[in-house]
């Protein structure tokens, strides 16, 4: 199972879907007014478009439903904001947890963050988000990752101009001003 966390129009969620018919996805935001288009289109019939190995649910970070525990084979959190922004950015421990309660033990987590340190300041302060540099994701972050029983093994910084093509629509847009880092976290769950 594949849950992708702050889901937004759910493009991932839906893109993934279609090319692997196989496995299950579930897309949560607690905002689903932006779902409305892709949860029309994937109670369709499959070759009209349709994606029943999709679930959306309507929940925020801090409220999952105990009917996730241990589900996650796969975790994502692409270009948060808000406090799911601070969750992974500040790696607050009690809101980890309960990414790490919905996974289970190995599972795959990757987290992308796309905030612009200069531009995106006053949102930054608002949130309590330091600059995120190697640094401080390795002294700060890492410990308070593991903290949580999420083991990080891979990191880094890259322009937006350098990511792989991505299929979110937040990625998208940031990719057009190339300006902006993007900072990825991947790990797993112990
Ligand atoms: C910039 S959008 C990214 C959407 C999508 N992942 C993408 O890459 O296109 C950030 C999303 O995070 C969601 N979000 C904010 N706070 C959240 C929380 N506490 N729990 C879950 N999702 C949250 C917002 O509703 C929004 O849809």
Known sequence: MIIDIGTGDGRFVYQSARRNPKKFYIGIDPNVRQLEKISEKIHRKPAKGGAPNVLFIQAAV???????????????????????LRTVATADVSALRHLRKICSLGALL?????????????ELDRLGITELTLQYIDEVLTPKYA????????RGIVPASEWPEFNTSWAKRLQQSEQRPITYLIGRAV
């Open 62 to 84: 801090e409220d999952l439903q105990p009917e996730l525990n241990g589900v996650a084979d796969e975790l994502h959190v692409h270009f948060p904001w808000g406090s799911l």
């Open 110 to 122: 990757e987290v992308v963050i796309g905030i612009d340190p200069v531009r995106d300041r006053s």
């Open 147 to 154: 903290e949580a029983r999420f083991e990080l093994t891979e």
